[in-house]
Antibody, heavy 124, light 107 residues
Framework: QVQLQQWGAGLLKPSETLSLTCAVY????????WSWIRQPPGKGLEWIGE???????NYNPSLESRVTISVDTSKNQFSLKLSSVTAADTAVYYCARTRQWLVRGRYLYAFDIWGQGTMVTVSS | AIQMTQSPSSLSASVGDRVTITCRAS??????LGWYQQKPGKAPKLLIYAASTLQSGVPSRFSGSGSGTDFTLTISSLQPEDFATYYC?????????FGQGTKVEIK
């Protein structure tokens, strides 16, 4: 049974860099995209970006200038870095597996397995 | 970016009620839509993908329909464990975008 375990610093000062890592246990790392998603307190979900085992990435344009997602296939881990954080980046950050299904000749996607979430607070 | 708009933002219902949540996309997204359930303090859980396909292990009282711009999540008979917030998500293109959520509360 695939599980995602994530960790990283929970308290940052403005202008610092957020750094989180997500480890994949109990299943294949290749053949999937791996995503980061965040949720500010009391608000909705925002997709940050994704990476596959080859290092191919897709980012949300709203964050792209500050985001780097990387992968370490030797450890079945992927990581998120978000630079120059402000209070607006305060949120619960989730890692998730993007699964794909072939449906009538087209690939469709969904986040089928999630990490436990990490609360990151940005405060001076 | 494609904007996803859910309605209502919240609703109150009783156990046994039939509940319907709507999600509208700002442009056509074929059937590239999923529904997620989130309970307080927990990660979201995938309920439905490809607009109408039930994820393994999800009770059959959940169903999804729609294509193009208009989609619906239906809970046929609301159970106590279904009180939660529900989100739609489009996977038609990048960036992936979620609806703002619908909170289902106990009447």
């Amino acid at each position: 049974q695939v599980q995602l375990q994530q960790w990283g610093a929970g308290l940052l000062k403005p202008s610092e860099t957020l750094s989180l890592t997500c480890a994949v246990y109990g299943g294949s790392f290749s053949g999937y995209y791996w995503s980061w998603i965040r949720q500010p307190p009391g608000k909705g979900l925002e997709w940050i970006g994704e990476i596959n085992h080859s290092g191919s990435t897709n980012y949300n344009p709203s964050l792209e200038s500050r985001v780097t997602i990387s992968v370490d296939t030797s450890k079945n881990q992927f990581s998120l870095k978000l630079s120059s954080v402000t209070a607006a980046d305060t949120a619960v950050y989730y890692c998730a597996r993007t699964r794909q299904w072939l449906v009538r000749g087209r690939y469709l996607y969904a986040f089928d397995i999630w990490g436990q979430g990490t609360m990151v607070t940005v405060s001076s | 970016a494609i904007q996803m708009t859910q309605s209502p933002s919240s609703l109150s219902a009783s156990v046994g009620d039939r509940v319907t949540i709507t999600c509208r996309a700002s442009q056509g997204i074929r059937n590239d839509l999923g529904w997620y359930q989130q309970k307080p303090g927990k990660a979201p859980k995938l309920l439905i993908y490809a607009a109408s396909t039930l994820q393994s292990g999800v009770p059959s009282r959940f169903s999804g329909s729609g294509s193009g711009t208009d989609f619906t999540l239906t809970i046929s008979s609301l159970q106590p464990e279904d009180f939660a917030t529900y989100y739609c998500l489009q996977d038609y293109n990048y960036p992936r975008t979620f609806g703002q959520g619908t909170k289902v509360e106990i009447k």
